[in-house]
């Protein structure tokens, strides 16, 4: 019997941490596995353009996809501020029927879904991004900065995946700015030890896009099957 299809919940220990790069990077590796993924942003806030939100269009066009932007992102806000509060500030309540019907499209075969900053940023009056995890059912691969701090943020979003029994498949730790940091050595060893899980990276800093994606797409290698990259 041949390996399902991956498919991951991306998520971060914050907003900036480099989530939108890690699934484009894993929506690429799909792709060039012969797979047909879909990438999903079911909230994307601080949108320059609602017509045009630059996370989901990024995720579409890693994917390969042709999916009409409201289907790969249903809710969109200008404001840059978590979902749930851009949607109050307009005297919004987002539809959850919407999420799930979008979502019932796409939850067949490889796919990657992005959060929307870490797992307690409210999408709505009701529920938060761990909540969109939940229903979802998917693994998830967090995102976090390396360096210091890095230890306890990654614990404590651990912590609250575990207390919902929510399945982790990796962390991954990205460097957000140029330079070094004397944590950054002893990160990767440490939540291994400590927690049980698989942790990639770092990514290094790099200010060249492409050669910044090539660097994800080293380092999430491991979550696409060697089988599936062969094909």
Known sequence: ?????????????DTGVG?????CALLSLMRDAGLSP???????????S????????????A????????????HRFRAPLAPGIAAHRLGQEPDWRVTLAAWKRLKDGAVVVEGAG??????????????????????????ARAGLGTLN??????????????SVRAVVLSRGVPGSDLAERDNRRYLEA???????????????????????????????PERARAR
Do not use: N
């Open 194 to 224: 400590r927690h049980g899980v698989e942790v990639l990276g770092p990514v290094p800093h790099v200010e060249d896009a492409r050669r910044r994606h090539l660097a994800f797409r080293r380092a999430l290698a491991p979550l696409v």
């Open 1 to 13: 019997m041949s390996s399902p299809e991956p498919r991951f919940f991306v998520t971060g220990t």
């Open 19 to 23: 989530k939108t790069q890690v699934s």
């Open 153 to 166: 943020h990654v614990a404590l979003s651990l912590e609250a995946l575990a207390s919902r029994k929510l």
């Open 118 to 143: 870490g797992l307690f940023v409210p999408v709505d009056s009701k529920r938060d991004v761990v909540d969109l995890i939940q229903t979802f059912g998917l693994p998830v691969v967090l995102v």
């Open 50 to 61: 609602l017509k045009a939100p630059s996370d989901a269009l990024a995720m579409r066009e």
């Open 38 to 48: 879909q990438g999903f942003k079911p909230y994307e806030s601080g949108c320059a």
């Open 63 to 74: 994917a390969g996809s042709t999916l009409p932007v409201e289907a790969v992102c249903p």
